[in-house]
């Protein structure tokens, strides 16, 4: 890789640019067979003292095809040689906000103020750390200032509304990184977002952190803290009570009137209506989206993004499933984009967003600390240099990287220790081994169905890798999404009882999502990995060279289509 280095240079290029000539060839990277709508291409050019035989030219390719990201099968990692970081935004370029899904203009200018004043953000050494709170825990005092910080937040709309720390500002940063309006820094045509990707933990980290400082300066207290809103634990599954209050100002209309407490939110889109049935379907939600489904890194982060990419490239299995069910329970269904919380452009108005985010921070935090078998840190460059502006505590603006938010202790904060139900939800073993020939007998034969748009629940029989409990994954393909609609659906194996409801069982393989989001032609395409060494453990699989999957459409299934299904042994974990 040293040689191809010092001899070859791999440029990004935009569409346009000349054909290749004869000291140089077009590569095409993995990301373009699930991205055809990509604007640029890869580029490798060679220095002229090179020799440029056909068969020389042929080496380089294979040298990068060894790579491991070019032509990579199942992963979407990038080829370290050609790739940047994606640059935080240029403010004076930002431009006008569309609402993510439809590309429609949205009526709302959530530019940040401009400063010409960049200052590298260094995080300042903390003695002591704060602990953030469960939100239905907090105590009386905890929840006065908290309500005070809000209001003197709020009040700044009024007394000075270009102050980067009012309550407007700090919502519009997360309209700005979602909804178009930054560019990627020297890709006109190409958004910056923060979602659907490895950027989305450091990001909102990165948002939290400066929001909780801006709070504690509002009222004079550097140890304030933002509340986590609890949903992963039985007692935190309704919005948290605090934010219920309508003489609060954390109170917001613009909210599903139907999910305020003591509605219990359903994170698996699972349509249960029993309290009880809704309570295990969501620790089944949480163990298998934080461990039973995750075979690597970046299947719970999210996909490579880097500089020169459609936004987009994929989310990981938190993003995709519990932060996306609670914005969804959140957002008010009365109002045209679910705003607040059901939209990106308008989430942050709603004050519950900052502490349904600092749940999803600690599920970062808590991943980090399974002793499960898939690394928990990317150490590619390309993500630990990536960066964001953001305006302090101080109105300074400043510039932070993804590589100084990956431990939150370094940040100052910590968060309060409550029971985590959900760590050891594994599903019981089925007593007795399933019998195929029991499953509603319209299973076909892959060929058979695929591509198929998922109009109805699908039975499909597929084979494995190996006999018996190998460690494989499940591998929907070529995914293919409207991405102006909220599309969800549910994967089981070897299902005999067809309980589309309960989650809770030995065959619950994993979920799809996807939030709306703006792609040039409306078209998501998409790969998703789901582990099965622990539910083979679980169903026995032992003598079985054939699965039956049941594929379950939550919502939207006429706007999925899925070009392929498969079961391989487990590729690489690390990222
Ligand atoms: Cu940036 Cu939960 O959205």
Not at 225 to 233: G, K
Not at 344 to 362: E, K, L, M, P
Not at 368 to 374: E, G, H, P, R, Y
């Amino acid at each position: 890789m040293a040689s191809l280095q010092s001899s070859c240079k791999v440029l990004n290029t935009p569409r346009h640019h000349t054909s290749p000539s004869s000291k140089s060839f077009t590569a095409k990277p993995s990301h373009l067979l699930t991205h055809p709508n990509r604007t640029h291409r890869l580029q490798v050019s060679c220095n002229n003292n090179e020799k440029q035989t056909p068969e020389g030219k042929l080496d380089r390719r294979n040298m990068l095809l060894g790579l491991g990201g070019l032509y990579g099968a199942s992963s979407l990692a990038s080829n370290p040689a050609n790739s940047a970081p994606i640059a935080a935004p240029e403010f004076d370029k930002c431009s006008e906000a569309r609402d993510v899904a439809t590309g429609d203009l949205l009526d709302v200018n959530c530019c940040p103020p401009y400063s010409d004043t960049i200052i590298d953000y260094k995080l300042p050494r903390f003695n002591k750390l704060r602990v953030r709170p469960a939100a239905h825990k907090v105590t009386k005092e905890y929840l006065a200032k908290f309500e005070e910080a809000i209001r003197r937040m709020k009040a700044l709309d009024k007394s000075d509304p270009t102050d980067p720390r009012g309550f407007m500002q700090q919502a519009n940063i997360h309209c700005a990184y979602c909804n178009g309006a930054h560019d990627q820094v020297g890709h006109a045509n190409l958004d910056i977002q923060v979602h659907n990707s490895w950027l989305f933990f450091p990001f909102h980290r990165w948002y939290l952190y400066f929001y909780e400082r801006i709070l504690g300066e509002l009222i004079d207290d550097p140890t304030f803290v933002l509340p986590f809103w609890n949903w992963d634990n039985p007692k935190g599954m309704q919005m948290p009570k605090i934010f219920d209050n309508t003489n609060s100002p954390l109170y917001n209309t613009n909210r599903n009137q139907a999910n305020r407490p003591p509605a219990i939110i359903d994170l698996g889109f699972s349509g249960a209506t029993d309290d009880l049935q809704k309570v295990v379907n969501n620790l089944t939600v949480m163990y298998s989206e934080m461990v039973r489904s995750v075979n690597s890194t970046l299947d719970f982060m999210g996909q490579p993004y880097l500089d020169g990419d459609s936004p987009s490239p994929g989310m990981g299995s938190s993003e995709r499933g519990s932060h996306i069910a609670a914005h969804v329970f959140v957002g008010d269904p009365r109002n045209k984009y679910s705003e607040d919380m059901g939209n990106f452009y308008s989430a942050g108005r709603d004050t519950i967003f900052y502490s349904h985010h600092a749940n999803v921070d600690r599920m970062w935090s808590i991943w980090k600390t399974l002793k499960t078998d898939v690394p928990k840190e990317i150490n590619n460059p390309d993500y630990l240099n990536a960066s964001f502006l953001f305006y302090d505590e101080k109105k300074q603006l400043v510039r932070v990287k993804v590589a100084d938010s990956l431990d939150h202790r370094k940040m100052g904060y910590e968060f309060e220790k409550v029971d985590i139900p959900w760590l050891n939800y594994k599903p019981s073993k089925k007593a007795a081994k399933t019998k195929i020939r029991k499953i509603p007998s319209d299973a076909k034969k892959a060929e058979e169905l695929f591509p198929l748009t998922l109009n109805n629940v699908v039975r499909v029989l597929v084979n494995k890798s190996a006999k018996g409990k190998a460690d494989e994954v499940l591998v929907l393909e070529n995914i293919e999404t409207d991405t102006t609609k909220f599309i969800k659906f549910d994967v089981f194996l070897n299902d005999e009882d067809d309980k589309a409801d309960e989650l809770d069982r030995a065959e619950y393989a994993g979920t799809f999502a996807q939030v709306p989001h703006k792609t040039k032609d409306k078209k998501g395409r998409s790969t998703i990995n789901l582990k099965l060494t622990d539910l083979y453990e679980d169903i026995d699989v032992a003598d079985d060279d054939t699965v039956v999957v049941t594929i379950i459409p939550r919502s939207n299934g006429g706007d999925v289509t899925i070009g392929g299904i498969k079961i391989i042994p487990s590729p690489t974990k690390s990222a």
